[in-house]
Nanobody, 121 residues
Framework: QVQLVESGGGLVQPGGSLRLSCATS????????IGWFRQAPGKEREGPLC????????YYADSVKGRFTISRDNAKNTVYLQMNSLKPEDTAVYYC??????????????WGQGTQVTVSS
């Protein structure tokens, strides 16, 4: 069955960096877009923050452009999110999701369980 599992979250100081991983299984990663989303406490889910594809240029939302970098290793069935220059407002649960029709649309069909990122001094 299709599974996505996030890891790498934690507590980091403002200005710091963190790398999240999204381990996938149950499908051929090369053939699918994978996106990152987030949900801050008391707020609606935001995203996609970025989307990775094997065949198309990545997408970045303005809120993370220049600070976050999405990448993938199809051989390891894993997608990464490198987050730099983190701000307290980046605090959220981060989710990865499969985006099967990228770049035509950003709809997602399978989601991971999320990983908590807290940016605080």
């Amino acid at each position: 069955q299709v599974q996505l599992v996030e890891s790498g979250g934690g507590l980091v100081q403002p200005g710091g960096s963190l790398r999240l991983s999204c381990a996938t299984s149950g499908f051929t990663l090369e053939n699918y877009g994978i996106g990152w989303f987030r949900q801050a406490p008391g707020k609606e889910r935001e995203g996609p923050l970025c989307i990775s594809s094997s065949y198309f240029s990545p997408y970045y939302a303005d809120s993370v452009k220049g600070r976050f970098t999405i990448s993938r290793d199809n051989a390891k069935n894993t997608v990464y999110l490198q987050m730099n220059s983190l701000k307290p407002e980046d605090t959220a649960v981060y989710y990865c999701a499969r985006v099967p029709y990228y770049p035509s649309n950003y709809e997602s069909d399978y989601w991971g369980q999320g990983t908590q990122v807290t940016v605080s001094s």
